[in-house]
């Protein structure tokens, strides 16, 4: 049976891993996520499995790689510098073909920064991180219901790719409250094989080993291509997007997570000044939505993309668009939100110059 | 007719070969990359032997860290995860919070487990993990060709420290048993050795009793083996375990240095 809670969005997503049959967590507190360790702390030694309060980032993800080796289904969360603490561990996971869960509940950066919600962590996410030729699936919830829906996704294309699949969020999403809906969701109906993981070796199979090492250049260079091979198959398979008031749409927005919530908000204001205004959110990060986007740029007259940072996935707009139409951008760092009234002065400002075809270099951003 | 030689053959025959000495089905028949005299090939093969002898080889995870025995998983023929520099022993908590009925072992070097991994190797033993570490204490950083190690002794010329360890600016020697048996997490602590028959016997004894420890989920098991580098002390590997023996020896001397009382003992 389904049920539907008013829950803070870090807590839905620690209900739903525990629905989701979470067989360990191992993290280390950080503010805005810890709720997520809190929350798991007192209900998982209730309803079984494992919760282990790491003595840091880098233990963490270490524990996620041996946990996810020996086949069980596993997570962890963390924010901004957590996450970058977990990049090497990431890589080595990426590398071996571990199927696991990882959330960044993002904070303001760089540094230790602020605590206060930011998407400053998108080129970390999506374009790499760690080191060497991988990939994460990413997927960036907008409401509290998704930090929940995209749990249960998150575990079953980890156990169906055999890779690290990443929840991009921010703390505005992980600390607000909201309605969810927990869906029936079975985790023994959804349990995959695993039979490459380490759990002793039994006389009728060979050994299991989990590693990313590989001497020679030739084997690595195999290895690096079965990898870019499942990326292509998860580039055609797992794109995923939204769309709102498109069809008629002459200016776009493009925005994913909280800044898409702004752009939703900012689309009604202008919407009400007449300005025909639709948005495009992607809800995997990567692999991102080109085709759709590239589709949609033919139709519009400007795009303008809104990030709680200083323009990380206009880089990605930027390719799809592939310089049909200009594309604004406006965003604020450091923990700073955003608010529609000030994206609508930013669009006024600089709509009538883009629509005439000025480029978008010669538009002041 | 039959010679001499004819008749030496068939006496040769008759005699009933009594077989005393094998390589342990555990322990691949493959070859190793290990330099000649190297302290890793024959710890391998003890702890195959035990494997072998406890007979719990469909039970055994072993976790592999990097550092001359990268590639330990190559030799060995039991299930294994090959770890990232220094975090063998969070790779195995991973391992044994999901599988905790299994053996758990980490097989580490003194840059692995008393460096890069320090943080990990002191939170395993302080929580008490139910796994055993196997630290090969060569103080020097063999894989990377012969850098200082956290245990290298004072003044010993390395490759970082080509006028000598110096204690002013580089630290003192690490006793990293030592400190780990300290803590209540430790259940048994000990150092060893590889360099002689009786050495062997003695760590074989040790290894053995780390492994059936685990059933006892009391808490970490730590074997160092104090052991030798010869290419990396640029040393034939007698005059290694020589040197060995003068001068890390008198720094991590052999024996128990936290074991079980008799009341720990009950299960
Ligand atoms: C993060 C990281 N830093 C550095 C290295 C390079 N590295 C590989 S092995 C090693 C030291 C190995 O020494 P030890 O652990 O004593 O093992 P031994 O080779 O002597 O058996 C170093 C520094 C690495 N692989 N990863
Ligand atoms: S470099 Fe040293 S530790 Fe490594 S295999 Fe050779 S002798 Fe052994």
């Known amino acids: ?365 | 007719m039959s010679t001499q030689q004819d008749l030496i053959c068939e006496q040769i025959d008759n005699i009933k070969m009594a077989k005393v000495y094998e390589r342990p089905d555990s322990l691949l028949d493959v070859r190793m990359h290990y330099c000649p005299g190297c302290g890793h090939t024959t710890t391998h093969k003890i702890l195959m032997e035990i494997v072998d002898e406890l007979q719990i080889k469909n039970e055994v995870i072993g976790v592999a860290p990097v550092g001359c025995s990268v590639l330990a998983y190559d030799y060995l023929d039991i299930d294994m995860q090959q770890a990232a520099h220094g975090r063998a022993t969070a790779v195995a908590t991973g391992i044994k919070a999901v599988q905790p009925d299994k053996y758990v072992f980490t097989y580490q070097g003194d840059g692995d487990l008393a460096a890069i991994g320090t943080a990990e190797t002191i939170h395993s033993a302080n929580r008490g993990e139910n796994f055993l570490i196997v630290f090969i204490n060569n103080g020097i950083y063999g894989m990377t060709g012969g850098q200082m190690a956290p245990t290298t002794p004072i003044g010993e010329k390395t490759a970082t420290s080509p006028y000598g360890r110096d204690r002013a600016t580089m630290g003192a020697p690490i006793d990293i048993t030592g400190l780990l048996a300290q803590l209540p997490g430790t259940f048994y602590a000990t150092r060893q050795s590889v360099h002689d028959a009786k050495a062997v016997r003695k760590a074989k004894k040790a290894l053995t009793k780390a492994f059936q420890y685990q059933k006892l989920n009391k808490g970490l098991c730590i074997v160092e083996i104090v052991s030798n580098c010869p290419s990396g002390w640029k040393l034939t590997p007698y005059e290694s375990n020589q040197w060995m023996i003068e001068h890390m020896m008198s720094l991590y001397p052999p024996g128990d240095v936290k074991a079980p009382s008799k009341e720990d003992l009950q299960s």
């Open chain 1, 1 to 365: 049976m389904s049920e539907v809670k008013f829950m803070k969005g870090n807590e839905a997503l620690a209900e739903a891993a525990i629905r989701a049959g979470l067989d360990a967590y191992f993290g280390y507190p950080i503010t805005p996520q810890s709720e997520i360790l809190e929350y798991l702390a007192i209900h998982v030694p209730k309803r079984g499995g494992v919760v282990l309060q790491a003595e840091s980032e880098v233990a963490a993800i270490n524990m996620i790689y041996g946990a996810a080796g020996a086949g069980a289904r596993v997570m962890t969360t963390t924010s901004s510098p957590g996450f970058s603490l977990m990049q090497e561990g990431i890589s080595y996971i990426a590398s071996a073909q571990l199927p696991c869960l990882l959330a960044n509940i993002v904070r303001g950066g760089p540094g230790l920064g602020t605590i206060q919600p930011s998407q400053g962590d998108y080129f970390q996410a999506v374009k790499g991180g760690g080191h060497g030729d991988y990939h994460l699936i990413v997927l960036t919830p907008s409401t509290v219901q998704e930090m929940a829906d995209f749990v249960y996704l998150g575990f079953d294309l980890a156990d169906k790719y055999l890779t690290p699949v990443m929840i991009l969020t921010d703390g505005a999403l992980g600390q607000g409250m909201e309605k969810v809906t927990f869906p029936d969701y079975d985790p023994a109906k959804k349990k995959v094989a695993k039979p490459w993981a380490t759990t002793g070796k039994s006389p009728n199979r060979s050994k299991n080993v989990i590693t990313s090492l590989y001497l020679q250049p030739e084997k690595m260079e195999q290895i690096n291509e079965e990898l870019q091979a499942k990326y292509t198959k998860i580039r055609a398979n797992e794109v995923r997007w939204e769309e709102y008031l498109t069809e008629d749409a002459e200016v776009l927005f493009t925005a994913f997570g909280l800044g898409s919530r702004i752009a939703r908000k900012t689309i009604q204001l202008a919407r009400e000044k007449g300005i025909k205004a639709g948005l495009f959110r992607p809800k995997t990060v990567w692999p991102f939505p080109y085709q759709r986007l590239k589709e949609l740029a033919q139709q519009v007259d400007v795009i303008m993309d809104v990030e709680l940072n200083a323009g990380q996935m206009i880089e990605d707009v930027r390719l799809a668009v592939e310089g049909a139409v200009p594309v604004l951008f406006h965003g604020r760092m450091g923990g700073m939100i955003p608010t529609p009234e000030e994206v609508l002065e930013k669009l006024e400002a600089n709509l009538q110059p883009a629509q005439a075809g000025i480029s978008q270099q010669e538009v002041a951003l």
